[in-house]
């Protein structure tokens, strides 16, 4: 098993930036995608951002060019640097563990990210 402790949400007026942070413990494969989801009021869990353990990354359109996303591998830590906030970007926010072999998804509990004036 795989336990996701996250952190680094909060309140941030428009324009502003937050870091995240989520770190795996438990029973880590070598191998390994960690990432961040969000789901807004009203809406559809969607992916953010994520990286591999050979240093791919993914996001999504809305955030390209605003949101970094970067892992300590020794640690088994990933970190989403959000820069730019926009109230769009207000949501709950989910740390993201999964492996392929063995095939494995582990969710954080969660965090709030509120973007207003």
């Known amino acids: 098993q795989v336990q996701l402790v996250e952190s680094g949400g909060g309140l941030v007026q428009p324009g502003g930036s937050l870091r995240l942070s989520c770190t795996a413990s438990?029973?880590?494969?070598?191998?390994?995608?960690m990432g961040w989801y969000r789901q807004p009021p009203g809406n559809q869990r969607e992916l953010v951002a994520d990286?591999?353990?050979?240093?791919?990354?993914n996001y999504v359109d809305s955030v390209k060019g605003r949101f970094t996303i970067s892992r300590d591998a020794i640690q088994n830590t990933v970190y989403l640097q959000m820069n730019t906030l926009t109230p769009d970007d207000t949501a709950i926010y989910y740390c993201?563990?999964?492996?392929?072999?063995?095939?494995?998804?582990?969710w954080g509990q969660g965090i709030q990210v509120t973007v207003s004036s």
């Open positions: 438990g029973s880590i494969s070598r191998s390994n995608i």
């Open positions: 990286i591999s353990t050979g240093g791919y990354t």
């Open positions: 993201n563990f999964r492996t392929i072999i063995p095939s494995a998804t582990y």
